[in-house]
Structures are given as structure tokens and as C-alpha cells.
């Protein structure tokens, strides 16, 4: 039996400006599978979310979710760019959590959540919001439906982004630094939502320095660094036994 992965980064290149960022990078993530993207600073790790999402466009390459090419459309054997709507349709497929919460600070958290499901997705109200309170409750923050972003902890306010991109109903879920802006003992509670959600199948790939989380919640490690990928594996080989001297020395830096 062949597995198709549900995301296939092929051959995809990056520059801005004269400075390639990212390296024809071949990737392949399968369905229900969790991936750490780790690697230095600079290294290409959130250009390569930004274009697997199209918030970037790349130089070259392309991004398929469950064999569909992201922007593009398949006509006459060739593929084409796709219109403004249809990318936004296409995104839909893909959740994305960033370093800061980007919550919309004049709405309520509920309204925060049932925002894109009503106004993009137009589903009828009553069941945006049943689901927008069962994913609260996945969140641990079922109380706190009424309270605007500002009355939130940056802990709360990034377990309500998670909410809000799971309500799009996404295939794949990518993580930028998730916990990097918040204060230590608010990230155990992120953490912990994560590890949810790869328990329960979601297929995700998260840049994260949290070594920890990406030891025992996931299932491969990529290290990249200058817009290569330099290895990957089981955490168990890429975290504890290295092949590659820039993996070892980053590893050392981080702990
Ligand atoms: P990482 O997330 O691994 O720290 P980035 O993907 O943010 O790395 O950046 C990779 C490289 O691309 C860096 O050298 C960075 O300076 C450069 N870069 C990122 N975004 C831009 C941009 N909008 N314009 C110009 N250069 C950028
Ligand atoms: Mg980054």
C-alpha cells in the first residue's frame, strides 16, 4: 500500500532579494503525523510556514495539501495561479498559530472563534457556536467566552488562537514559536493543548525551541539551518545522537 503524505513541499525555493532563504526544500509530512521544525535564527523555519500557506509566495517549488497544489490550479497539464478567493478557500485547509496571538482585540473570545466559520465558512450561526464552545472546552477555557483579548493571559489569548484556527476545520495545523512570547509558566498550558490535539490525530508541524515538548509529543525532528534542511529523524536520533556537527553545536546552545 503507498501512503500519500497529506502535505508535499516539492522542490521549494525562496529569495528575497539576492539572499535564498530557502534551499529547493522537498518535505513531505503524512496524515496524523507531528513534526518540530527546529534549527538557528534566520534559518528559513517561518519563511517556510509563510509559503507552505501562501502568506509568502515562493520563487520556485510547490506546496500540495491532500494533493493539491496550494495557489494553483491543475488546467490543460499546466497548473495556473489561482484567484484571491479560491487561494482563500484553498487556506482554508491549513491552520496557522503564531508567536503573538493576533486575536482581534475589539471582540469577545467566542466572537473571536465563530469569526471565519460565519463570515468565510457561512455556516448558520447556532452550530458555529456550539462548536466554537466544545473548542473552548478543548481549550480549557470554557468560562471565559464573554471576556475580550485584553482581560486574557498571553497563555489564554494564544489557546484562543489555537481555538480559532481549529474552527476553520483545517487539515494541517502549522505552529510558528507558539510559546516563545510567553512568559514561563504560561507555556505548560500551551504545550498542553498541543499535545491534545496531536493525540487526537491532528496533523501538525511546529517551529518550537521547547525540546521537551518536541522529545515526547512528536513524531520526526527536522533541523534546518541556511535554508537546507541539514537532518531529520525520530527526536530519539535527531535530539540525543546527532549525525551533523551544526545540529550537535545548536543543540548545545539551546540546553
Ligand atoms: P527563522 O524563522 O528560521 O528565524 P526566517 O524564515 O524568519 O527564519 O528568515 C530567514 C531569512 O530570511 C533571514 O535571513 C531573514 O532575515 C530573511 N527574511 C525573512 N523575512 C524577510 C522579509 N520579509 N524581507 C527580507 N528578508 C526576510
Ligand atoms: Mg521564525
Known amino acids: ?36 521544525l527546529i534549527g538557528p535564527s534566520g534559518s528559513g523555519k517561518s519563511t517556510l510556514l509563510r509559503c507552505m500557506n501562501r502568506l509568502e509566495g515562493q520563487d520556485s517549488g510547490c506546496v500540495l495539501v491532500a494533493g493539491e497544489p496550494v495557489g494553483y490550479t491543475l488546467r490543460d497539464g499546466e497548473l495556473h495561479e489561482v484567484s484571491d478567493k479560491l487561494l482563500s478557500f484553498q487556506r482554508r485547509s491549513i491552520g496557522m498559530v503564531f508567536q503573538g496571538f493576533n486575536l482581534f482585540q475589539h471582540m469577545t473570545v467566542l466572537e473571536n472563534i465563530m469569526e471565519g466559520p460565519t463570515l468565510v465558512l457561512k455556516q448558520p450561526r447556532a452550530e458555529v457556536e456550539r462548536e466554537a464552545r466544545r473548542l473552548l472546552d478543548l481549550v480549557g477555557l470554557r468560562d471565559r467566552a464573554d471576556h475580550y483579548p485584553a482581560q486574557l493571559s498571553g497563555g489564554q489569548q494564544q489557546r484562543i488562537a489555537i481555538a480559532r484556527a481549529l474552527a476553520m476545520k483545517p487539515r494541517v495545523m502549522l505552529f510558528d514559536e507558539p510559546t516563545s512570547a510567553l512568559d514561563p509558566e504560561l507555556v505548560g498550558d500551551v504545550l498542553e493543548v498541543m499535545r491534545t490535539l496531536a493525540r487526537e490525530g491532528m496533523t501538525m508541524i511546529v517551529v518550537t525551541h521547547e ?37 550537535r553545536e545548536f543543540l548545545r546552545r539551546l540546553l
Do not use: N, W
Open 211 to 247: 525540546i521537551g515538548f518536541a522529545r515526547e509529543v512528536c513524531d520526526r525532528v527536522i533541523f534546518m539551518a541556511d535554508g537546507e534542511i541539514v537532518e531529520q529523524g525520530p527526536p530519539g536520533e535527531v535530539l540525543l545522537d546527532p549525525k551533523h556537527d551544526r545540529t
Open 1 to 36: 500500500m503507498t501512503v500519500h503524505p497529506l502535505v508535499r513541499v516539492k522542490t521549494l525555493t525562496k529569495s528575497y532579494g539576492h539572499k535564498v532563504v530557502l534551499k529547493r526544500i522537498d518535505l513531505d509530512v503524512l496524515e496524523g503525523e507531528v513534526v518540530a
